[in-house]
């Protein structure tokens, strides 16, 4: 089992910049790719980037590129989303995500509120 703890995130006006920090316990060992996931109210869960264990490739989905920068501490095992020109449409709850080798293979945070607002 893994277990995934996030911070960070809350108010902020349009234009400024928040980080969201995740980390991960128990079996961290077969985890082999971590990221954040958003969902607004109302809509569905939505991607935002992911991150590669081994090599430290990210990806973004096209609502984040340019603006959020997906980390990695291998020695912590924490994921950082460092978010700048935020906008309205960011305000959701993200959620971070880990995918593990065996079964069971998805888990999940409980999730932290993002509010973009002026």
């Known amino acids: 089992q893994v277990q995934l703890v996030e911070s960070g995130g809350g108010l902020v006006q349009p234009g400024g910049s928040l980080s969201l920090s995740c980390t991960a316990s128990?079996?961290?060992?077969?985890?082999?790719?971590m990221g954040w996931y958003r969902q607004a109210q109302g809509k569905k869960r939505e991607w935002v980037a992911l991150?590669?264990?081994?090599?430290?490739?990210?990806v973004y989905a096209d609502s984040a590129k340019g603006r959020f920068t997906i980390s990695r501490d291998s020695a912590s095992n924490t994921i950082d989303l460092q978010m700048n020109n935020l906008k309205p449409e960011d305000t959701a709850a993200y959620l971070c995500?880990?995918?593990?080798?065996?079964?069971?293979?998805?888990?999940w945070g409980q999730g932290i509120q993002v509010t973009v607002s002026s």
């Open positions: 128990g079996s961290t060992w077969n985890i082999y790719r």
């Open positions: 991150i590669n264990s081994h090599d430290n490739h990210a």
């Open positions: 995500y880990a995918a593990a080798l065996a079964e069971p293979s998805d888990f």
